[in-house]
């Protein structure tokens, strides 16, 4: 158990659904981050959260949408999905770099 | 057994056995390494970190050692345990990445035979 948690750990949602994935940490970081992992590729950067501000969105398409309401909190919007969106999206938190992330145990999603 | 992570993406190793999975990084100005293990079903954990003014560090049944000379990383593990079983990740940072940005390797899949 890292101390960052993720819900829902499953979710399978039709492309036209708009849902949401929320991550939490009580470890007093600073940093926030948004990871999209598909089989056999490396961990996709898509969005970096400091201090309740977004410092990084990786090219991702608007679809998904994140949100940062305070330091312990990232959410990701999810809107009109794609099958190939289908993934384990993980959250992970970080005190001042450099140092070590914590990830949650992620979120596996199917898009119909 | 011995891997590259990119070239060699799954890794047997007999019970009991050291191993050892390579991890050849991008970027000379790198300055800390971190080691993730990643199990089924689950997030990437912490095995070890190393950083730059350093070519060796020990943790508990595990070994880092670092070569900046030719970019490369390395993970052993002594006495590999059913247990050790899992996809381990080689992660790098730059002080010119943003906001602690790592930049992670494709991962090799270590197979544990009884």
């Known amino acids: 158990e890292t101390g960052v948690t993720q819900t829902p750990r499953h979710l399978v949602m039709g492309m036209t659904n708009k849902k949401s994935l929320k991550c939490e940490q009580h470890?007093?970081?600073?940093?926030m981050y948004w990871y999209k992992q598909s089989a056999k590729k490396p961990l996709e950067l898509m969005f970096v959260?400091?201090?309740?501000?977004?410092?990084e969105n990786n090219s991702v398409p608007s679809r998904f949408s994140p949100e940062c309401p305070n330091s312990s909190h990232l959410f990701l919007h999810l809107h009109t999905l794609q099958p190939e969106d289908s993934a384990l999206y993980l959250c992970?938190?970080?005190?001042?770099?450099?140092?070590?992330?914590?990830f949650g145990p992620g979120t596996r999603l199917t898009v119909l | 057994g011995e891997s590259v992570g990119l070239h060699l993406p799954t890794l047997s190793v007999q019970e009991g056995d050291n191993s050892i999975i390579n991890c050849a990084y991008s970027?000379?100005?790198?300055?800390?390494f971190i080691w993730y293990k990643q199990e089924s079903g689950k997030g990437p954990q912490f095995i070890i970190d190393?950083?730059?003014?350093?070519d060796k560090r020990q943790g508990q049944r595990v070994t880092v050692l670092l070569n900046k000379t030719v970019k490369h990383l390395s993970l052993q593990i002594a006495a590999t345990q059913p247990g050790d079983s899992a996809v381990y990740f080689c992660a790098e940072n730059s002080p010119y990445n943003q906001g602690g940005k790592l930049i992670f390797g494709q991962g090799t899949e270590l197979s544990v035979k009884p």
């Open positions: 992970a938190s970080s005190p001042p770099v450099p140092n070590e992330q914590f």
């Open positions: 470890l007093g970081h600073n940093a």
């Open positions: 190393i950083r730059s003014n350093m």
């Open positions: 959260y400091n201090f309740k501000e977004q410092t």
């Open positions: 970027n000379s100005a790198s300055d800390y």
